[in-house]
């Protein structure tokens, strides 16, 4: 079946411009999460949906970061007036459990260069 | 806050011998580790999950093993093929109510 698909694949943008980055989960799984993996670093989460409760925002860097998950599928993660800092591979991925034990399942990623 | 810190950043074997990657934590112990596999420019497949009451996980010419009084799990490829080089991710949760704590991966290169 189709796995968790990112777009863009790749997006450059301008200092201070705002970008959107859009993730269509696997149909069924209630957890979605966004992570930002930078050249030589590990993963680092972002935000985490699951069901309708109120997602974990806990890994957001600023404020300039937010992120929705409409209808409990699609999400969508915006940064706006980006910085050269947040020029990164960003990842979301999706889960069938209700915890953070079970499996998940990753797209191909955004790769975002901020100039 | 968890530190993860796995054996080194690359690791270069020959062909037909048994790759182990290290992934080390400090504090406290997480109640599941899970092991991924990256491919460069692709997101992390998952490859195995073990909990923290589990010694030992196979999977094919998979093993994972958890040792909490180490504080360790060590990851085995058995019979390496050039196929299985990529980077390896291990992961750790506390508890299942926190989100998973990635280290920064191992790139391993298999050798014909």
């Known amino acids: 079946g189709a796995g968790v698909s990112q777009s863009p694949s790749n997006k450059v943008t301008e200092k201070g411009k705002d970008v959107e980055l859009r993730c269509d989960p696997i149909?069924?799984?209630?957890?979605l999460y966004w992570y930002r993996q930078s050249l030589g670093q590990g993963l680092e989460f972002l935000i985490y949906?699951?069901?309708?409760?109120?997602?974990?925002k806990s890994g957001l860097p600023s404020d300039r970061f937010s992120a929705e998950r409409t209808g409990g599928s699609v999400s969508t993660l915006t940064i706006q007036r980006t910085q050269q800092e947040d020029s990164a591979v960003y990842l979301c991925a999706s889960s069938p459990g209700t915890t953070h034990s079970y499996e998940q399942y990753f797209g191909p990623g955004t790769r975002l260069t901020v100039t | 806050s968890q530190k993860i810190e796995q054996n080194s950043e690359a690791l270069n074997i020959q062909e037909g011998k048994t790759a182990t990657l290290t992934c080390n934590y400090t504090n406290y112990s997480p109640a599941y580790l899970q092991w991924y596999r990256q491919d460069p420019g692709r997101g992390p497949v998952f490859l195995l999950l073990?909990?923290?009451?589990?010694k030992e996980k196979r999977k094919e010419r998979l093993k994972v093993t958890f040792d909490t009084t180490l504080k360790q799990s060590l990851f085995h490829i058995t019979a390496s093929q050039p196929a299985d080089s990529a980077t390896y991710l291990c992961a750790l949760d506390h508890s299942g109510n926190t989100p998973l704590v990635f280290g920064k991966g191992t790139r391993l290169s298999v050798i014909a």
């Open positions: 949906f699951q069901g309708n409760s109120a997602p974990d």
């Open positions: 149909s069924g799984h209630t957890a």
């Open positions: 073990i909990r923290e009451n589990e």
